[in-house]
């Protein structure tokens, strides 16, 4: 044990009120969204963003901010809140914290769902394909647990194995939907990658409904997961459900990249990043390491989004590609810190 | 002693197997109110799967276990978590979870959607810390703590319960001498101090002796023989249980017997 204490001898102060940290939050949420409203390959003041979305004139200033700026400065906080809280209970869920939506092969799973619902079943609505995200999540955490059970025991490693085998899997399905269905490649290719640009304001309002179900669902278990965090034994003396906490654990966890996969797409390894900057700036507690996670999750999607403008302006980048190169460096940090 | 004193929990004739192996075989046990109580017996006898199943993490073949005159396959799993707290065997939790973050864990069987942490609940975990000695480092993580210490950590976790019975599986095993005696005076003083029912299983025969109340030897799945540790501390007996030769002396200081074993027989 003694190898692994190194760096976290020192006090934490847990008895600080947590206000001012959700606060600041919430404050660089705000600046973050206006940051996504006035930034990128025209530069807007906020007095043209104030108009544009407060007496739409039909210019074309207008016509940019609100038709496009505006349904992504809205996607992208909650696509990234919806994954910051995912990630949260599949960390807790696996007990492992290099698991996230991603590395479980959900957000792959649900892409999955979404371009077989639309090719194989012809579901156009956005609900119909809301809903086969949600189930191709849920489906996809189906199968990884129960293989990773299968194969002796859901060892942190395994799991996440079994996952990104998963993901593999379900990518290369889609990429055979895409090259069968040129037809649709445009449509289709969003699926395989992340992206906050060029959405309908719908789909915010699509999402939004399944996002806060599924956040009130994960807000009724926190104290479940806390019990969670320690080990089976434990939690089950304590009187924790596990079964049924785990299955609604499940179900929240797909409900909420569900939602965001049907938003954004797969954007990768948000999920994996944000819980570990919001447990350190709240602490263990699920009901705070929720709540901060979504603000974090937000803010994080909301500036990678912002960024995705300028790293090779004038051209935009995928976010996908941006939190892909964040969240790739932090699992290397993490494994080394693990393995040291 | 089971006349005078009254039972807070029966195990009635208790079989339980994992597969075909049988692990416990009609196995009953009367466990004395407000008494310490520790199991022992060879490695593989059952007695910590025996602790388990009185905290109902393992379902019985048949049999049953009471507890103050009720069944506790009819109390659902919260109401049973604030009546029975057990401290399972290498207990574990993230590196980074605060003490005080452990304890509270301890306070969820108390806890109900309507009825959210309150003042009570702060009580509870302030009385853990301070009648475990960990409240000067409840900020502090618990990767960062000594075995003692930790160990300390756990047992408040299971105080912050508010539970009668205390159940503890291997408390002193990985602890080094000093804080063995520790943990185990510690357990002692709640138990005459608070008057919490305790169930033990220790491993080292001397200390069993020093410190329970009942002495229970589990053999094959079944109770060999339980009593005063005056009573079962013979040479025959614990051959015959732990298939050893020993001599038992009293211990000059704590009058209680000691066991020192020759070779195995």
């Known amino acids: 044990m003694t190898s692994m204490v190194e760096g976290m001898s020192g006090p934490v102060q847990a008895d600080r009120s947590r206000w001012p940290v959700y606060a600041a939050l919430a404050l660089g949420l705000g600046v973050a969204m206006l940051a996504s409203l006035t930034l990128g390959y025209k530069l807007y003041g906020l007095d043209e963003v104030w108009a544009a979305l407060l007496a739409h004139d039909g210019s074309e200033t207008a016509t940019v901010i609100a038709g496009l700026r505006l349904p992504r400065a809205l996607i992208a906080p ?3 809140a919806a994954l910051g809280m995912a990630g949260v209970m599949v960390q807790t869920l696996s007990r492992n914290r290099i698991a996230s939506p991603d590395t479980l092969g959900l957000n792959a799973g649900a892409s999955m769902a979404v371009v077989l619902a639309m090719v194989v079943f012809g579901v156009e609505s956005l609900a119909g394909l809301s809903l086969a995200a949600a189930l191709g999540a849920l489906m996809t955490s189906i199968i990884v647990f129960g293989v990773a059970a299968g194969a002796g025991g859901l060892s942190p490693l395994k799991i996440v194995l079994v996952g990104v085998t998963f993901a593999g899997l379900a990518h290369a399905v889609v990429e055979i939907v895409l090259t069968s269905n040129e037809a ?6 969003f699926w395989l990658s992340g992206a906050f640009v060029d959405r309908p304001i719908s789909l915010f309002f699509n999402g939004l409904p399944v996002v806060l179900v599924g956040a009130a669902l994960a807000f009724t278990l926190t ?3 806390d019990a969670l965090q320690a080990d089976d034994s434990t939690a089950a003396s304590l009187g924790v459900p596990l079964v049924a906490v785990r299955g609604l654990t499940f179900i929240a966890v797909s409900l909420l990249t569900g939602a965001a996969v049907s938003m954004a797409g797969p954007v990768a390894f948000v999920g994996l990043v944000v819980p570990h900057a919001a447990r350190g700036l709240v602490g263990l507690r699920h009901r705070h390491q929720l709540a901060a996670a979504a603000l974090v999750g937000a803010i994080y999607t909301t500036l990678a989004d912002v960024a995705a403008r300028f790293v090779i302006y004038p051209v935009e980048a995928p976010v996908g590609a941006v939190t892909a190169v964040v969240g790739a460096g932090t699992l290397v940090l993490l494994l080394m810190r693990r393995l040291a | 002693m089971d006349d005078q004193v009254a039972n807070r929990i029966e195990v009635k004739a208790l079989s339980l197997s994992y597969g075909p192996e049988m692990v416990l075989d009609a196995l009953s046990l009367p466990i004395p109110s407000g008494q310490i109580t520790v199991l022992a017996g060879p490695n593989g006898c059952g007695k910590s799967t025996l602790l388990r199943a009185i905290r109902r993490l393992h ?8 507890l103050d005159a009720e069944d506790i396959s009819r109390l659902n799993g919260k109401a049973l978590g604030r009546r029975i707290g057990l401290l ?5 939790a993230p590196q980074d979870m605060t003490v005080e973050e452990l304890v509270r864990l301890g306070r969820y069987p108390h806890q109900a959607m309507m009825q959210p942490w309150g003042a009570k609940d702060d009580a509870a975990v302030a009385a853990a810390m301070t009648g475990t000695g960990v409240e000067e480092m409840r900020h502090r993580r618990i ?3 000594s075995g003692g210490q ?5 047992i408040a976790m299971v105080l912050a319960q508010e539970t009668d019975v205390i159940c503890l599986d291997e408390p002193v095993n990985h602890l080094d001498m000093a804080h063995q005696l520790d943990c185990l005076e510690l357990v002692t003083r709640l138990n005459k101090e608070q008057g919490r029912t305790v169930v033990l299983v220790l491993h080292d025969l001397n200390l069993a002796a020093r410190y329970a109340d009942q002495l229970v030897f589990v053999a094959n799945g079944t109770v060999r023989e339980r009593g005063t540790p005056e009573t079962m501390m013979r040479s025959d007996l614990i051959e015959e ?5 020993a001599e038992i002396i009293i211990d000059p200081v704590h009058k209680r017997p000691i066991c020192i074993p020759h070779r195995r027989s």
């Open chain 1, 223 to 225: 104290s479940a997961l």
């Open chain 2, 241 to 245: 249980v732990f298939n050893v030769t």
């Open chain 1, 78 to 80: 909650l696509a990234g």
């Open chain 2, 143 to 145: 990767g960062s703590l």
């Open chain 2, 150 to 154: 930790l160990q300390r950590a756990w």
């Open chain 1, 184 to 189: 649709q490649l445009q449509q289709l290719l």
């Open chain 2, 59 to 66: 379902a019985p073949q048949s049999g049953q276990v009471l």
């Open chain 2, 88 to 92: 399972a065997q290498s207990p574990s």
